[in-house]
Nanobody, 122 residues
């Protein structure tokens, strides 16, 4: 079955950067939209950003716009979240997901990874 595996999380100081990766396997993903979401303790899972395999329409949450960049490597079936100027409020478990359309709604995504922890210290 389809598997999405995130990696690249860790501990970083405020103002620093991390690059998250999401490796997709178990199917072909050219027709999917890939999304990043995050969930902090005690909070709902929230949208971060999306990308298509063609590099077409993307969406970013206002909270990360200008700081995070979503990209992809089609040959590797891998998507990335380059996260710069990190803030303590960015601390969360970050999830990648695959869905049918460009959307910031988690209900539009069918497949989910296990998550990777990002902790930003002040």
């Amino acid at each position: 079955q389809v598997q999405l595996v995130e990696s690249g999380g860790g501990l970083v100081q405020a103002g620093g950067s991390l690059r998250l990766s999401c490796a997709a396997s178990g199917g072909t993903f050219s027709s999917y939209v890939m999304g990043w979401f995050r969930q902090a303790p005690g909070k709902e899972r929230e949208f971060v950003g999306t990308i298509t395999w063609s590099g077409g329409p993307t969406l970013y949450a206002e909270s990360v716009k200008g700081r995070f960049t979503i990209s992809r490597d089609n040959a590797k079936n891998t998507v990335y979240a380059q996260m710069n100027s990190l803030k303590p409020d960015d601390t969360a478990v970050y999830y990648c997901a695959a869905g049918a359309k460009v959307s910031g709604d988690r209900r539009d995504y069918e497949y989910w990874g296990q998550g990777t922890q990002v902790t930003v210290s002040s």
